[in-house]
T-cell receptor
Framework: AQSVTQPDIHITVSEGASLELRCNYS??????LFWYVQSPGQGLQLLLK??????LVQGIKGFEAEFKRSQSSFNLRKPSVHWSDAAEYFC????????????FGQGTTLQVKP | DSGVTQTPKHLITATGQRVTLRCSPR?????VYWYQQSLDQGLQFLIQ???????AKGNILERFSAQQFPDLHSELNLSSLELGDSALYFC?????????????FGPGTRLTVT
């Protein structure tokens, strides 16, 4: 069965520091992978997605993610975190059958210290 | 603003009751998804509709039902409510039915069952 694991429930980084949020997936075929961000009281916003091709994908707000098939990982990175990046981040896998169904990880809450 | 609207924003009701959550997709989007976000279960896919037809089903309880109308808006009906149904219910929409098309999320309806 498809699944997504985000090992870190909560991460705290200082403003200006680099960030890496981990995501591991289990999927039988080539996965469609996504990172979403949820700010308090808001819906989810797509940061970036990977379907095929270049394994390093660029997203909005300065985020990037790298797909590593050998490690079944799709980690999200940002070189310098801003206070406004504090939010909850969700990794998701799609491509189930011929539907748009997404399977989400449990989420990682990012806190940014001034 | 994603362009997806959900009403109401908040809903407080008692156990055993029935409620209806409403979603209007972005203009031009044919596919609608419902997700449930709770503290213990995380973000879970419930059901997907595409152009009025059910496309995919997830962990949706038999007490829950949904439909998509000819004008493409969707309703999620929750009946015989239990305390455990308290959650944030998101609607999302996309142009087509398959993964690969960005899902735009609404702000959610927070349901509290007392």
């Amino acid at each position: 069965a498809q699944s997504v694991t985000q090992p870190d429930i909560h991460i705290t980084v200082s403003e200006g520091a680099s960030l890496e949020l981990r995501c591991n997936y289990s999927y039988g075929a080539t996965p469609y992978l996504f990172w979403y961000v949820q700010s308090p009281g808001q819906g989810l916003q797509l940061l970036l997605k990977y379907f095929s091709g270049d394994t390093l994908v660029q997203g909005i707000k300065g985020f990037e993610a790298e797909f590593k098939r050998s490690q079944s990982s799709f980690n999200l990175r940002k070189p310098s975190v801003h206070w406004s990046d504090a939010a909850e981040y969700f990794c998701a896998v799609g491509g189930v059958s011929n539907t748009g169904k997404l399977i989400f990880g449990q989420g990682t809450t990012l806190q940014v210290k001034p | 603003d994603s362009g997806v609207t959900q009403t109401p924003k908040h809903l407080i009701t008692a156990t055993g009751q029935r409620v209806t959550l409403r979603c209007s997709p972005r203009s031009g989007d044919l596919s609608v998804y419902w997700y449930q976000q709770s503290l213990d279960q995380g973000l879970q896919f419930l059901i997907q509709y595409y152009n009025g037809e059910e496309r995919a089903k997830g962990n949706i309880l038999e007490r829950f039902s949904a439909q998509q109308f000819p004008d493409l808006h969707s309703e999620l009906n929750l009946s015989s409510l239990e305390l455990g149904d308290s959650a944030l219910y998101f609607c999302a929409s996309s142009v087509w039915a398959e993964t690969g098309h960005e899902q735009y999320f609404g702000p959610g309806t927070r349901l509290t069952v007392t």
